[in-house]
């Protein structure tokens, strides 16, 4: 699925820079430039996603789950770095806007070219969720939003170019690319946050209870020493330490004692 996403956004971000150049439009060109980062993003989830298959190893006791983390959070940053340079495009329109001529060349095409972007991004952000929820990857869910949000952005990308035909109503292009970049900005930050999240060790305390009173259902365990956990590229990873009930257990029956826990 992210290949056929990265195919789409070639086609949709050399269109949609083709169609926001020819008709001086800040909401296509941010439109175009937030294709050309979900490009970027599928590179990203590629390479997360194989590092990320690697079989556990000395130097990774774990797993390498953590590749997907690390890779959401690249995609999460380089989502606000673009929104950030989205939004001062935006800015620099309200100040020098393009003429009326300048303005209606081309915006037949711009509008189009948002449709298109539309469709095919929630399309993309259907399928891509989907595997993503299926395979529970961090990486795959990331970029799935990413997708979505560019759909999100040629939404607002469209209305705002219909809206500057309107007598009155020119800064509504540069206005619709403001709100696109901070659309943008706020589901890199959401992404970025996430990751930092599992990055830190960040667990939830009602998982860990929850975990802590099923082993304590266990046949001859007395009480949970600690419970410590980590999630692992959207896994939860557990520690358990455990007492038993018999203080004179022999080694092999506290070996399958360890194991049902």
């Known amino acids: 699925i992210t290949w056929v996403g990265a195919i789409v956004n070639v086609a949709l971000t050399v269109f ?8 001086k439009s800040a909401a296509m060109i941010s439109d175009a430039v937030h294709s050309a980062s979900d490009l970027f993003s599928d590179f990203v989830t590629l390479v997360a996603i194989r590092s990320a298959r690697k079989p556990a190893d000395e130097d990774h ?5 953590r590749f997907e983390t690390v890779g959401a959070m690249i995609v999460g940053a380089m989502l606000v770095t673009a929104a950030w340079g989205l939004a001062g495009n ?3 329109s309200l100040k020098a ?14 509008m189009l070219a948002a449709d298109v972007s539309i ?7 259907r399928a891509t969720h989907a595997v993503g929820r299926a395979v529970n990857s961090a990486a795959l869910k990331a970029n799935a939003y990413h997708h979505r949000s560019d759909a999100m952005s040629s939404i607002v990308a469209l209305v705002g170019i219909a809206a500057s035909a309107i007598p009155g109503l ?23 946050m996430e990751a930092i999240a599992e990055l830190t060790d960040t667990v939830d305390e009602v998982d860990l209870k929850a975990i802590q009173d099923k082993v304590l259902t266990i046949e001859g365990i007395r009480e949970v020493a600690s419970c410590r956990g980590r999630l692992v590229g959207g896994s939860l990873v557990v520690d ?10 022999s080694a092999s029956a506290g070996r399958q004692l360890a194991e049902k826990a």
């Open 16 to 23: 949609k820079l083709y169609a926001g150049v020819v008709s």
């Open 61 to 65: 006791p774990y797993g390498h789950g």
């Open 90 to 92: 935006a800015i620099a």
């Open 97 to 110: 806007p393009p003429s009326v001529s300048e303005a209606s060349t081309g915006r037949k095409l711009a």
């Open 119 to 125: 469709v095919s991004k929630a399309a993309l952000f």
């Open 170 to 192: 020119w800064c509504a292009d540069a206005l619709a690319g403001a709100a696109g970049a901070c659309m943008l900005g706020q589901v890199g930050l959401r992404i970025s």
């Open 240 to 249: 358990v330490d455990v007492h038993a009930n018999k203080k004179d257990l």
